[in-house]
């Protein structure tokens, strides 16, 4: 299976500023990667498709001004929270899928906005 | 529109049998998984299923019937370690991956 590394782990962070959300694979070249969003007791919710070379594709409702996301390696993607506010505290993770098998997981980054 | 239903919660006791049960409604299907994941941390993968039946691993066995759009996960011998939640998730004609709510699983001594 592939090895997925997100960094940080966890996040505290002051309304108003951005903060960078790491995922990389480490032993699969990804050109996709997938990053969602988690509100306690309940379903992962995709937030957007992260493209190597190309834009991201985001799900309706999320806004791609907000939530920006660079793919610029075969092995990293970034997730950026610009101008965050409370309600984006959340549980953030990114997965990878080699080929057509399970899903592969980052740890999670859990981000609280203070 | 693509639906997964599971149940909110389930108590079971320690060194019993739980069956946890998944019912979907998806556009085109290309398997089913379930994955295992603890409070603040990321899902693990459990087992998956393309084909009727059923899949054994060790304490857990998954079911899928795709005429009825159901899947159930059983756990045998629970242990404490258990407590946790339980993801079904299909794989859409698009291979998006669906996913349901979770289950929580608390297991009592």
């Known amino acids: 299976g592939a090895v997925v590394s997100q960094h940080p782990s966890r996040v505290i962070c002051k309304s108003g500023t951005s903060v960078k959300i790491e995922c990389r694979s480490l032993d699969f070249q990804a050109t996709t990667m997938f990053w969602y969003r988690q509100f306690p007791k309940k379903s992962l919710m995709l937030m957007a498709t992260s493209n190597e070379g190309s834009k991201a594709t985001y799900e309706q409702g999320v806004e791609k001004d907000k939530f920006l996301i660079n793919h610029a390696s075969l092995t990293l993607s970034t997730l950026t929270v610009t101008s965050a506010h409370p309600e984006d505290s959340s549980f953030y993770i990114c997965?990878?899928?080699?080929?057509?098998?399970?899903?592969?997981f980052g740890q999670g980054t859990r981000l609280t906005v203070v | 529109g693509q639906n997964i239903d599971q149940p909110t919660e389930m108590t079971a006791t320690e060194g019993a049998i739980v069956q946890i049960n998944c019912t979907y409604q998806?556009?085109?299907?290309?398997?089913l998984f379930w994955y295992q994941q603890h409070a603040g941390e990321a899902p693990t993968f459990l087992s998956y299923n393309v084909l009727d039946g059923l899949e054994e691993k060790g304490r857990f066995s998954s079911f899928l019937s795709r005429s009825k759009g159901y899947s159930y996960l059983l756990l045998k011998e629970l242990q404490m370690k258990d407590s946790a939640s339980y993801l079904c998730?299909?794989?859409?004609?698009?291979?998006?991956?669906?996913w349901g709510a979770g289950t929580k699983l608390i297991i009592k001594p």
């Open positions: 998730a299909v794989r859409d004609s698009n291979y998006q991956l669906i």
């Open positions: 998806t556009s085109g299907f290309n398997g």
């Open positions: 997965s990878v899928v080699p080929g057509n098998t399970e899903a592969f």
